[in-house]
């Protein structure tokens, strides 16, 4: 990195909003922004947004090393079914196992269960005569002829945009599955082509074969993003590097985000994760709830010892949103989270059966956004709701670039909400937060229920435009006694691109009891996987001897349909290393499930290596002037803000670039920033640390 070309754009596109931070260490600068999104052209607010930030920090774009840029199109494209034609290449009467799938039901006593609408219709699924058994022996050599035929027939007469092969043990004997690419590539060679031996090398057939169907289904529309936001960014004279967050937190280059698309499925969440975890690093936070609440959506992920819980499987398009096993199965690397249709832009509505008040998941979004945004929203919002109790100062919405209006606000309350339940508008606005604050605690306890986790041994980190809004009495609900708000909180997201290290996971499947594993096969897996991702992460800018590499087998009771991680001890393994291996699977499965069965033999199923280089380290202080603030500070103004228990309230109102480290200050009270305002309750008392994070505890 130059002098002159040192700083860093990290930009996370949202639902509603799209937010940037820009960090340059060499000259000291942090600089937020936040934008509404552009639903029809992410690439618009992207490029407005890059090119504010680099007036207010007096750059030009020739001084950006690198954007780090997280989307939600793939997810988008799965759940609104708007990718390509995708045909699928599969082994010889294996055509319907991927509408076959598990044979399992997600609701039991539902006689019309809905099931989530396939990618490949079975018209674009072609068998091949080929066949490879589970040790890798061919059975049936492949015919190349009619890998050619059916390739053909699906491009020619089909009209496939992409193509997708499973074949059966490809995980173990991709060779297949390579030969087939090879001819397809060379009759078509710029046809986008996913082999689900190089998109999810892991057994279990569905699941690998539905992965490389969605990656196929997102790979041409992702291409085409990924070269109209780079040449976009060109064209403004920026000349460094475009990189790409991946689900599982690390970054990666545009490359690998063009031919593995499908893992980029998290990849704006992941960011607010690895904020997170970056923040409690900072302040000595061992366990952390990220509580990450947008326009559009809340998200809630545990980082424990300032790492995220990751997952290696997911679940795309549900057709019940929160109901396991009703979306398309994934074998991808993802940070471990809940995602809760609650957001600054979630809808308020009387339902038409119970009479009740419902809140969400249906939103506002950017356009038309909340009735107090006057774009034509008529249906009140949380934001609303938040208007109308005081928390919002209209003439101070994105640190006065957007005026809200109250009147509209009132009239939809009284139109959609008062009128059909007798209550008056204040009572109602109190009711949609009650209602949204309810629910995302409901769906955390149940989150953190499922790993055995106790919430009140928690303190939460609370970021995103609407998430200081409620975090106080999200909080207050989960009985957490420490709530952390960061500075710029309301970009944090963006900042999590900024911090994430260059990582990648990868994956190997090898089945065997532990007892009859063949040692040197792994430690050659091993060594395959260190050596292809040091490769992708010194091509994403990380330095090869800064690399460090975490070996993981997934492992089980022989007989059980689960298995967990289990942590190995080196790269290079033998028999000797049995005894520590069974005593660390004791261990993790023990902290699971509270016992363990040690006559019941062990097998492990895949092994995974985690390659990561150092992240980076930023000073957010130099989001503020040097010597400002005041270690006490003086309320700018007063307001008048309705807390539930407590009636309505005279809360000083605080600029948060006022508050210098070591101030102290006592709810009730409001601190208000550009992009997002914190509420505290009554009784609470704050403190800004050291990093200048609001540190606030809890009655």
């Not at 010892?305 to 690397?333: C, I």
Request: glycine share 10%; hydrophobic share 40%.
């Amino acid at each position: 990195m130059t002098t002159t070309q040192s700083a860093r754009v990290g930009v996370d596109v949202g639902g509603t909003f799209t937010d940037l931070v820009l960090h340059d260490p060499v000259r000291n600068i942090v600089r937020t922004g936040k934008l509404l999104t552009t639903p029809d052209d992410p690439s618009e607010a992207i490029l407005a947004g890059i090119a504010r930030i680099l007036r207010e920090a007096d750059l030009k774009p020739e001084d950006v090393h690198s954007v780090i840029h997280g989307t939600t199109l793939v997810t988008n494209t799965i759940i609104e079914r708007t990718g390509a034609t995708v045909g699928l290449l599969t082994t010889d009467g294996f055509r319907d196992s991927i509408e076959i799938g598990r044979e399992t039901r997600y609701d039991l006593y539902d006689l019309f269960l809905e099931t989530p609408a396939l990618l490949v219709p079975r018209a674009l699924r072609l068998e091949i005569p080929e066949r490879i058994a589970a040790d890798g022996r061919v059975l049936k050599s492949l015919d190349d002829a009619a890998v050619a035929a059916a390739a053909k027939q699906l491009v020619e007469a089909e009209g496939a945009e992409a193509i997708a092969v499973g074949f059966l043990h490809s995980y173990h004997a991709p060779q297949h599955e390579k030969r087939a690419g090879e001819i397809i590539r060379a009759l078509y060679p710029s046809l986008p082509i996913s082999l689900s031996a190089e998109v999810a090398p892991e057994i279990r057939e569905f699941e690998r074969t539905s992965t490389a169907c969605a990656n196929a289904y997102v790979q041409p529309l992702m291409a085409r993003y990924l070269d109209r936001v780079q040449a976009s960014l060109e064209a403004t004279g920026f000349r460094g590097n475009l990189y790409i967050m991946l689900s599982g937190g690390g970054i990666t280059t545009v490359r690998e985000a063009k031919d593995f698309p499908i893992r980029l499925i998290e990849s704006g969440p992941a960011a607010g994760a690895m904020a997170s975890a970056f923040i409690s690093r900072l302040a000595g936070l061992e366990h952390v709830v990220s509580f990450d609440m947008g326009g559009t959506t809340a998200k809630m992920c545990l980082v424990d010892h300032h790492e995220p819980n990751h997952k290696f499987d997911f679940e795309a398009g549900r057709v019940r949103r929160f109901q396991k096993g009703s979306g398309l199965p994934l074998k991808v690397s993802v940070v471990d989270m809940i995602e809760i249709g609650a957001g600054g832009g979630s809808l308020a509505r009387i339902d038409s059966g119970s009479g009740l008040m419902k809140v969400g998941p249906r939103s506002a979004g950017a356009k038309p956004g909340p009735v107090c945004y006057g774009r034509g929203g008529t249906e009140p919002a949380v934001t609303d709701a938040d208007l109308v109790l005081g928390r919002l100062d209209p003439s101070y919405f994105l640190g006065g670039e957007m005026s809200l209006s109250l009147e509209p606000v009132r009239h939809a309350f009284e139109t959609r909400i008062t009128s059909e339940t007798g209550i008056d508008v204040e009572q109602a606005a109190l009711g949609v937060q009650r209602i949204v604050d309810e629910t995302m605690a409901s769906a955390t306890r149940m989150h953190l229920a499922e790993k055995g986790k106790d919430p009140r041994r928690y303190t939460m980190i609370a970021f995103g435009g609407a998430g200081p809004v409620h975090a106080w009495n999200l909080a207050r609900l989960l009985k957490i006694r420490t709530l952390v708000v960061p500075l710029g909180a309301g970009v944090a997201s963006a900042l999590g691109f900024l911090v994430a290290p260059p990582a990648t996971d990868m994956v190997r499947s090898y089945v065997a009891r532990l007892e009859r594993i063949d040692w040197a096969r792994v430690n050659a897996l091993f060594a395959e996987m260190k050596a292809a991702g040091s490769a992708l992460l010194t091509e994403a800018g990380a330095a090869p001897d800064q690399i460090t590499f975490r070996p993981v087998a997934e492992m089980r009771h022989v007989g059980q349909g689960f298995e967990i991680p289990v942590p190995l001890p080196g790269l290079e393994l033998s028999e000797t290393d049995v005894p520590a291996i069974r005593a660390t699977f004791f261990e993790h499965y023990r902290d699971r499930f509270e016992r363990v069965v040690e006559e019941s033999p062990i097998e492990a199923l895949s092994w995974r290596l985690s390659c990561a280089a150092p992240g980076w380290t930023i000073d957010l202080a130099g989001a503020v002037p040097r010597n400002a603030g005041s270690a006490t500070p003086e309320p700018r103004t007063q307001r008048r803000v309705l807390f539930q228990g407590a009636g309505w309230r005279d809360c000083p109102v605080y600029d948060r670039y006022a508050l210098r480290s070591g101030a102290r200050l006592q709810g009730p009270a409001l601190i208000e920033e550009r992009e997002s305002t914190c509420v505290v309750g009554p009784d609470s008392a704050i403190v800004v640390d050291d990093f200048l994070n609001l540190v606030i505890d809890l009655p």
